[in-house]
T-cell receptor, first 113, second 110 residues
Framework: NAGVMQNPRHLVRRRGQEARLRCSPM?????VYWYRQLPEEGLKFMVY????????ESGMPKERFSAEFPKEGPSILRIQQVVRGDSAAYFC???????????FGAGSRLTVL | GIQVEQSPPDLILQEGANSTLRCNFS?????LQWFHQNPWGQLINLFY???GTKQNGRLSATTVATERYSLLYISSSQTTDSGVYFC????????????FGTGTRLQVTL
């Protein structure tokens, strides 16, 4: 079992570009969560998805950010027109059900120049 | 929303020492997890412990749900224990939002 796989591990973008972060959940897990960690801070919830459905996106910024978890393939967190404040570590987690133990990936570190 | 406070915020130990990290939360929970974020940023799940006591090697954890706190014990600390320890809780009735504390930064020295 490969665990939760995130890629890329490191991503550098210039202001105004788009960032796409991918997350493949653990085998058998159908619930995916995205969290953001700003430098020297804890993790903050962004969005919770099941296959083809967004269950809770209350932690997502209203503009420029979107997430999907298609029927086939990984979950994608997309950030359009990135700004320096988007620089952070983005962690994906998965679970077999909504109130279960979350297993986290290694994170994707986005740097916006 | 639920508040999660961790103490102490920073801790320096000499190798071999023991320590206790505390996590207080403001509401009832149906999930509590302890994580270790190592110096490379990886987040390792240590315990799933909404109540009771668990042990795994030199680490153990106790959650007293009725009094809304959890403790993480580290015995005979090693330099590889360095990093940030996070407590995270799932508020009863919310299926999605695991709320993290601000963490305890541990440095173990030789």
């Amino acid at each position: 079992n490969a665990g939760v796989m995130q890629n890329p591990r490191h991503l550098v973008r210039r202001r105004g570009q788009e960032a796409r972060l991918r997350c493949s959940p653990m085998k058998g897990h159908s619930h995916v969560y995205w969290y953001r960690q700003l430098p020297e801070e804890g993790l903050k919830f962004m969005v919770y998805l099941q296959k083809e459905n967004i269950i809770d996106e209350s932690g997502m910024p209203k503009e420029r950010f979107s997430a999907e978890f298609p029927k086939e393939g990984p979950s994608i967190l997309r950030i359009q027109q990135v700004v320096r404040g988007d620089s952070a570590a983005y962690f994906c987690a998965s679970s077999p059900s909504g109130a279960n133990v979350l297993t986290f990936g290694a994170g994707s570190r986005l740097t916006v120049l | 929303g639920i508040q999660v406070e961790q103490s102490p915020p920073d801790l320096i130990l000499q190798e071999g020492a023991n320590s206790t990290l505390r996590c207080n939360f403001s509401d009832s929970v149906n999930n509590l997890q302890w994580f270790h974020q190592n110096p490379w940023g990886q987040l390792i799940n240590l315990f799933y412990i909404p109540s009771g006591t668990k042990q795994n090697g030199r680490l153990s954890a106790t959650t007293v749900a009725t009094e809304r706190y959890s403790l993480l014990y580290i015995s005979s600390s090693q330099t590889t224990d360095s990093g940030v320890y996070f407590c995270a809780v799932l508020n009863t009735g919310t299926a999605s939002k695991l709320t993290f504390g601000t963490g305890t930064r541990l440095q173990v020295t030789l």
